[in-house]
């Protein structure tokens, strides 16, 4: 997993042809020191913001868009961010009494993506899929 301190958010957005700019460096500092997804707010109170809602969600959907940040859906009405950039791909499972969040390795398919193209009629590729599992962890049972 990457650490905050081995992450250069400066150079993964020049990799990915973005401007490094202080908030977009700031969102990627924050989101490296997590081992978890985190909604907007929980974003902004850990970046202690000055950046609106609109321009955090804007940067979001642009980091999203190039693949350095991964948007995860945890069924909370909004979407949660998580730093994509040197992580293997995972999938969360999410206890639906208290939040608790686990990342979690999906061995059941190794190509999930072409699996699903080869079933579908009316897509040319598919790149990316999302899969969150929700339950009841073992401290709420």
Avoid: W
């Amino acid at each position: 997993m990457t650490t905050a301190r081995s992450f250069d958010a400066e150079a993964a957005l020049r990799a990915a042809g973005l401007r490094a700019t202080p908030g977009r460096s700031k969102i990627l500092t924050v989101l490296a020191y997590e081992t978890h997804p985190l909604s907007i707010e929980r974003i902004r109170t850990r970046m202690g913001s000055t950046l609106n809602q609109v321009t955090l969600y804007r940067a979001l959907e642009a980091l999203a868009d190039v693949g350095i940040v991964t948007r995860a859906d945890m069924q909370h009405g909004h979407a949660h961010y998580e730093l994509s950039a040197g992580r293997k791909h995972h999938h969360h499972v999410v206890c639906r009494n208290c939040g608790r969040v686990e990342d979690i390795e999906a061995t059941h398919a190794t190509q999930p993506e072409r699996e699903a193209l080869r079933r579908t009629k009316g897509f040319a590729s598919i790149d990316d899929y999302a899969l969150e599992f929700f339950g009841t962890c073992n401290r709420c049972a």
